[in-house]
């Protein structure tokens, strides 16, 4: 993972223990405490997965960009490689005809 991306979740899973640290020692009935403290959580469990589905597909696009990236420069390479095959067979051509 990079950097920014572990920095962004460990504030995220931060965030998410000090808010429920913050309902626990919050003077209100129990009853309420554990229905804010659930709120809380379903709330940071839809963010998570928010963020968890934007890394995955950050990825698939990062990937799919190297592979492209790769078939472009085989494929230039290749064209290369055929355009001096060519050259060669051109001159070998040549120096045979200069024998005759």
């Known amino acids: 993972m990079s ?8 504030f995220a899973v931060g965030a998410g ?5 913050g309902i626990l020692f919050a003077p209100d009935t129990g009853a309420n405490t554990r229905d804010k403290l659930s709120f809380k959580l379903s709330k940071y469990k839809k963010e998570l997965e928010e963020l968890i ?4 597909e950050g990825k698939e696009l990062h990937l799919n960009e190297a592979k492209s990236e790769g078939k472009r420069v085989i494929s230039e390479a290749k064209n290369k490689a055929e355009g001096l095959l060519n050259d060669v067979n051109k001159l070998i051509d040549q120096i045979n005809q200069g024998k005759n």
């Open 17 to 21: 223990i000090g808010a429920a640290l």
């Open 53 to 56: 589905n934007e890394l995955v």
């Open 3 to 10: 950097k920014s991306t572990n920095t962004l979740l460990a």
